[in-house]
């Protein structure tokens, strides 16, 4: 299903590590770690006899996973580093670590830019433009990015500039994608694409099923991010000017002159629900109290409640040739959990992947923030699965007991009837019907009157004996035939 190769250069040849046939080319105890907020991992052991095993070098070594299946690239980056651990049996392996491609952008540093009314578009092309330029001048084009698919907001940013000690990754991480972005590297044949938007991913049309591919399922609620009253705080005012060299703190501004001599916000019901927990936080630029407030008052609503982030382990069902499209990081699918209460379309945040086993794969599915009326409500879900869950444990008891009784009925009626079978075959063989048989043939010979009766007893016999034959095999109870013959 997976194939993986590495090669030495962009354009060099490919040599195969990992062959997606049933045969001893392989790599072990691998994981391809995917996250939408992250850059791409993989990790893996390489053994002695792999035609890679000394082929390995970091920072240069170029690595490829392609699903077969699916015809597409699961992962592509570099090697990072690699260890050679040797075992007390004598067995000695590589251990590889491997970063993705967006990481290249570590490779280059912009130096000083400053951002004055530039969007966040804006500043993300300079970037870029910047990594481009020192990548071609020190011989390496093909780490350079083009811009792909861009989805971001045309407000301007406040004014902002580089470190000039960062890399360029770091500095997209602080001026781009702080404000909520993400990143992805898609690698066509005209060379590497960067997409950033808020959200990067579609709609897939397979659904995560209870009873069909989802192997297990973990639910986290963390509501540590909390805060039933908020303290907003301004600039700090200027530091008192005298003869000493000694440094002296300075209050910040509050809220307490136009907010009754308080200086904190607060929300009634989640003070009624949770305790008062107080959270802050500084508004640098803020040096009125009126709109610290105002400020104040519209972060404090927007703060989430709690996270709710789900972990499942699901299987792909394209590998198994029932699904129109594979499970995808950064996607959204249709999550179907009855006993959970879950019958939501929730995103696939994280994925680990294990190319040799698929039925371990994992993934983190949700990772949303939600107000307190959300998070009640998922508790009052995660209640009624239970509920739900012990009511179908009473009821599959229930079944288990009428189909234990009615074993036991059924076991004793069998033994009730073999009992009858053997007493009645005992009975009939007990009679003897061979003495009747010839007492009747010396009557006939004395009497004509006696023949007739002869025979109709004759054909009685063998009436009572078929019938006693087939009584031994019956399953149910006859009545004993009356043994006063007259």
Excluded at 211 to 240: C, E, H, M, Q, V
Excluded at 259 to 284: M, R, T, W, Y
Excluded at 301 to 327: C, E, R, W, Y
Aim: one cysteine or more; glycine letters at 6%; aromatic letters at 8%.
């Amino acid at each position: 299903m997976y194939r993986v190769t590495i090669r030495q250069s962009w354009d060099g040849p490919e040599t195969m590590i990992h062959s997606p046939h049933v045969n001893s080319l392989k790599i072990d105890n691998e994981d391809i770690g995917l996250d939408v907020a992250a850059t791409p991992s993989m990790t893996f052991n390489i053994y002695y006899g792999n035609p890679g095993y000394s082929a390995m070098q970091n920072l240069v070594t170029l690595v490829r996973v392609y699903d077969t299946i699916n015809n597409m690239d699961v992962f592509e980056g570099r090697v990072l580093n690699s260890s050679e651990p040797l075992e007390s049996s004598g067995m000695t392996y590589k251990t590889i670590t491997c970063e993705g491609l967006l990481n290249w952008l570590h490779d280059s540093r912009p130096g000083f830019i400053e951002f004055d009314g530039k969007t966040r578009k804006q500043i993300l092309t300079s970037l870029i433009d910047a990594h481009n330029n020192q990548m071609t001048t020190l011989g390496a084009p093909y780490k350079c990015f083009k811009l792909g698919n861009i989805d971001m907001a045309d407000t301007v940013a406040a004014y902002c500039y580089t470190d000039q000690e960062a890399t360029t990754y770091d500095n997209i991480e602080t001026l781009v994608k702080q404000a909520g972005y993400e990143l992805a590297v898609r690698h066509e044949s005209d060379g590497l694409y960067l997409d950033c938007a808020k959200t990067i991913g579609g709609t897939g049309e397979q659904v995560i099923r209870l009873g069909s591919n989802l192997i297990s399922f973990t639910r986290t609620i963390d509501p540590t991010a909390l805060a039933s009253a908020y303290l907003p705080l301004g600039k700090a005012a200027d530091p008192p000017t005298d003869d000493t060299t000694t440094t002296k703190g300075t209050a910040r501004l509050t809220i307490a002159s136009v907010n009754n001599g308080n200086p904190l916000l607060s929300d009634a019901d989640l003070i009624k629900q949770f305790g008062p927990i107080v959270g802050a936080k500084a508004f640098d630029d803020e040096t009125d109290a009126t709109k610290l407030k105002a400020s104040g008052s519209s972060t404090f609503k927007a703060m989430p409640v709690a996270t709710v982030s789900t972990q499942v382990q699901a299987i792909d069902m394209t590998f198994v040739g029932k699904a129109k499209g594979p499970l995808l990081c950064g996607w959204t699918y249709r999550t179907l959990i009855p006993f959970k209460g879950i019958d939501d379309q929730l995103r696939i945040t994280q994925m680990h992947i294990h190319i040799n086993d698929v039925r371990t794969n994992t993934m983190t599915i949700g990772d949303r923030v939600v107000g307190q009326e959300s998070y009640n409500v998922e508790m009052l879900k995660s209640i009624r699965g239970l509920a739900s869950i012990k009511t179908a444990v009473q009821q599959q008891g229930m079944r288990i007991g009428k189909i234990s009784a009615a074993a036991t009925t059924a076991e004793n009626t069998a033994n009730d009837a073999k009992q009858t079978a053997a007493d009645l075959k005992k009975d009939f063989d007990n009679y003897n019907f061979s003495g009747m048989l010839m007492t009747f043939k010396n009557y006939s010979q004395k009497s004509m009157r006696y023949r007739k009766i002869l025979v109709i007893w004759a054909e009685k016999y063998q009436r009572l004996k078929q019938q006693s034959i087939m009584i031994s095999s019956c399953n149910f109870k006859h009545a004993r035939p009356n043994q006063n013959v007259k």
